[in-house]
């Protein structure tokens, strides 16, 4: 039976209902999902080598003969072992498996016997109790009819293809039912990229790429396969892109065509924005609010990201956009990640706009439901103009009098749904609200080119005045009597200082604890001093009371979890103590460092570790020690980290590329992006069909059901 893309797997041998079940938990439900799901390495074993020029240590295919072959018992396992020789010499092939699978030493004993042809690959060792005899333990195996290799074979004779396995799906199980898939294939398959890319970049058809990338001619070069550089991978890396960015450039199209609200900005309204104004702006914030401006008095929603490092002045920024909302009597709503950050930026509004007659509400899940209530209530009837919230702000019940600017905060913590509802809340038939993103994080082009092409971007690419230096250090935890001493000096100077502990509670990974510490520090090293303590298990007032008091220097020192790491603003705090800092990512300590150098005094980061590091956690301090540049920082630890980790989990699959890899295929990335929003500009002739194909690949991919 001839299959086509959409087929069932159930349409392929060997896949019943538990198989199924366990591919679809990978994502596979289709034979197009099952034919994009590429090897992430290939082996070649088309050339055999005799068994006298094996050598230890390298990896090698072995045609030879079946001496003896059968089960052997040891004390904690079992094993089966195989000899095979050819005219050069004796090969030994071990596989161990436990008591609890003894089906597989079944089925190695059914599948063996003397006098057969075999194909053995794995890395050749020296048995250790046997000097001289040559072993492969585990090898991939092919059994060969006649003495010669099966035509079909997916296992030798060829660069062999291999496959993440999927809990049981086994990388030999892939090969075999993307054989079946392939083989079974009509002749041409539809193509979705628009037809004149192919000839332009030099792309095989469909059909081709997906059989070569799979299985690959057996002259391909090994090292382009491994560089995944071949036409056939690339066709499709670019493939897998393009649609990516055209779904992103018609959801932008459509943002840019929709109906928003043209704000007015008169003088009035400039001497309102800087009468909230602490400090004299710099020029990168002009620029910025600028562009906010002009965006804002548009007929069309505005739908900007706006970056900047750790201090750059984004939350002023946005406050002053706010006041041209505002004063064109529509509502603001500020969504940010965690209570911490919600609360902060409540009270720091509060204190902007104390001699203004803006009407300002919180809305936390922490929050008494009496008080939601009310603040829903005065929402709904145009009683408050500002509310700052968490994700309490995206629950059905919240209404809207009048939206007219959505202000998403540290936006990556954040998924995409999540910034549409918000959206929503403020979308009519006549208008949308403008919407500004901001994120503290420093977005390395090739995920700015990703997750954010369908938004305009703003820097703020410079420090406000009066902000100082942060020298960081990095200490063994030894020398932690004189990182206490520095601390006290610096309090008794009138300066204050966090301590920041990866975990609250003591764990099995040896980590010290927030709490415990807590204890132990005000008892035995702080003695005198005022100790407070935030974690994120404290409820919501206790939080507030907690920061209230560190912010009025009734706390002097301050231990706590991550919980600090965005929207605390002390400008006193001169010292920030990270304990097992090669626990944390490096946006996430440079983050936490943010959280000092924000007055007029010097600071100091010092990050503390064991006498030992790992290589990659080295390579995160000794970079923290050495810069304080975030877009340095940001993309070294997306190097490390990979988009995934970098970003979490909150993107709602936007990173998880089937084929693709941001950080390796950059190139093709820009080339798909300029040619998807140029095919939207230009609109051709196949324009509507491939739409609709965007469509319903970003419902199967994302759960995305609108593209724009």
């Known amino acids: 039976m001839t299959l086509s893309p959409d087929s069932p797997l159930s349409a392929l041998a060997g896949v019943g209902p538990r198989r199924a079940q366990e591919l679809k938990q990978r994502g596979i439900e289709s034979v197009e999902d099952l034919l994009y799901t590429l090897p992430f390495r290939y082996e070649d074993r088309i050339h055999f080598t005799p068994i006298g020029e094996l050598r230890p240590g390298r990896v090698a295919c072995v045609e030879a003969e079946v001496l003896t072959a059968g089960p052997v018992r040891l004390r904690r396992q079992q094993s089966f072992h195989l000899a095979a020789a050819d005219p050069s010499g004796i090969l030994y092939a071990k596989w161990f498996y436990g008591y609890g699978k003894k089906y597989y030493g079944d089925y190695l004993a059914r599948t063996f016997r003397p006098g057969q042809r075999v194909v053995l690959y794995g890395k050749v060792e020296e048995d250790p109790y046997r000097p001289g005899q040559l072993q492969i333990l585990q090898p991939q195996h092919e059994i060969l009819s006649s003495g010669r290799e099966p035509a079909d074979s997916t296992e030798s004779g060829r660069i062999v293809p291999i496959y993440e396995a999927a809990g049981p799906i086994t990388s030999r199980l892939f090969r075999r039912l993307i054989y079946d898939a392939l083989g079974r294939l009509g002749p041409t398959l539809p193509d979705p990229l628009p037809p004149g890319l192919l000839p332009r970049y030099g792309f095989p058809d469909r059909r081709t790429a997906l059989a070569q990338a799979h299985f690959p001619e057996k002259d391909t070069d090994l090292g382009q396969l491994e560089a995944f550089r071949t036409p056939a991978q690339q066709r499709l890396i670019y493939e897998e892109f393009f649609f990516l960015q055209l779904g992103l450039a018609l959801r932008r199209q459509r943002a840019r065509q929709a109906p928003g609200i043209s704000f007015t900005l008169s003088d009035s309204i400039r001497e309102a924005i800087k009468n909230i104004l602490p400090f004299h702006p710099t020029a990168a914030q002009k620029r910025v609010l600028k562009e906010i401006a002009d965006d804002m008095q548009k007929p069309t929603p505005m739908n900007r990201l706006l970056q900047g490092d750790v201090g750059s002045g984004k939350t002023i920024v946005a406050f002053e956009a706010a006041i041209i909302a505002m004063e064109n009597g529509t509502q ?280 030992e590091v790992g290589e990659v956690a080295r390579e995160r301090l000794e970079t923290l020690t050495q810069t304080q540049d975030g877009f340095k920082i940001a993309e070294l630890d997306l190097k490390l980290r990979g988009p995934g980790e970098f970003l979490g989990t909150r993107q709602h699959g936007f990173l998880n590329f089937r084929i693709a890899n941001l950080l390796r295929d950059h190139e093709l990335l820009v080339r798909a992006k300029e040619d998807a929003f140029n095919y939207v500009a230009q609109q051709p002739g196949d324009f509507a069909a491939t739409v609709e194909y965007v469509r319903q690949l970003w419902q199967r991919r994302y759960r995305l059901a609108q593209v724009a």
């Open 332 to 611: 603001v709503a500020l969504l940010a990640p965690t209570e911490i950050l919600a609360v902060q930026h409540y009270l720091y509004a509060c204190q902007r706009f104390a001699r203004t007659r803006y009407r300002l509400g919180l809305l936390v899940s922490a929050m008494p439901e009496k008080e939601k209530k009310q603040t829903r209530e005065e929402l709904a009837a145009g009683d408050l103009d500002l509310v700052v919230g968490t994700h309490a702000l995206l629950e059905k019940q919240i209404l809207f009098h009048h939206l007219g600017l959505a202000i998403v905060d540290e936006q990556h913590r954040f998924g995409v749904m999540q910034r549409l509802e918000l959206i929503r809340k403020g979308r009519t038939a006549a208008a949308h609200p403008h919407v500004l993103v901001m994120t503290a994080t420093p977005i390395p082009r090739t995920l700015a080119l990703t997750l954010y092409s369908d938004l305009e971007m703003s820097g703020l690419d410079e420090l406000p005045p009066g902000r100082s230096p942060i020298e960081t250090r990095w200490v063994k935890e030894e020398a932690a009597a004189g990182v206490w001493d520095f601390i006290c000096k610096q309090v008794a100077a009138g300066r204050q200082a966090y301590i920041v502990y990866p975990v609250i509670e003591e764990s099995k990974q040896e980590l010290k604890a927030a709490t415990k510490e807590y204890e132990r520090l005000s008892r035995e090293v702080f003695h005198g001093l005022r100790v407070g303590l935030l974690h994120g298990r404290l409820s919501g007032e206790e939080k507030e009371a907690v920061m209230r008091a560190f912010n009025r220097s009734e706390i002097q020192v301050l231990v706590s979890t991550s919980v600090v790491e965005v929207g605390v603003d002390v400008p006193n705090a001169t010292v920030m103590v990270i304990e097992h800092a090669e626990r944390f990512g490096l946006a996430q300590l440079h983050q936490l460092r943010g959280r000092i150098g924000r007055g007029r005094h010097a600071s100091t980061c010092i990050l503390m570790t064991p006498a």
